[in-house]
Nanobody, 120 residues
Framework: VQLQASGGGLVQAGGSLRLSCEVI????????MRWYRQAPGKERELVAE???????????NYAASVKGRFTISRYIAENTMYLQMNSLKAEDTAVYYC???????????WGQGTLVTVSS
């Protein structure tokens, strides 16, 4: 399984970006799909997640800092997940990583990261 992230770039504060993460390969029992980010000098943090936990209907959860501005979604037909980011702030500047967790052995798969830079 490979994850291919894209969509990062330079945007002004208040603008929007949509990140994409294509999942190449098959995950037979999906537990969760997540977006993390890591800002310079900081630890990686969870931004948003879709948690299936054995259900066909996921629950979406967001970090407090992005709630109401970011939306995580999944387009099953294209095996792709997205992170729509609106009202971007300078503090959203980071490398964003997508992650998929398999429920069978709880293995995590990671994308290569895509850089988002928000200018103030």
């Amino acid at each position: 399984v490979q994850l291919q992230a894209s969509g990062g770039g330079l945007v002004q504060a208040g603008g929007s970006l949509r990140l994409s993460c294509e999942v190449i390969g098959r995950i037979f029992n999906l537990n969760a799909m997540r977006w993390y980010r890591q800002a310079p000098g900081k630890e990686r943090e969870l931004v948003a997640e879709l948690v299936y936990g054995g259900s066909t209907t996921p629950s979406a959860n967001y970090a407090a800092s992005v709630k109401g501005r970011f939306t995580i979604s999944r387009y099953i037909a294209e095996n792709t997940m997205y992170l729509q980011m609106n009202s971007l702030k300078a503090e959203d500047t980071a490398v964003y990583y997508c992650n998929v967790q398999d429920r069978v052995d709880w293995k995590n798969y990671w994308g290569q990261g895509t850089l988002v830079t928000v200018s103030s």
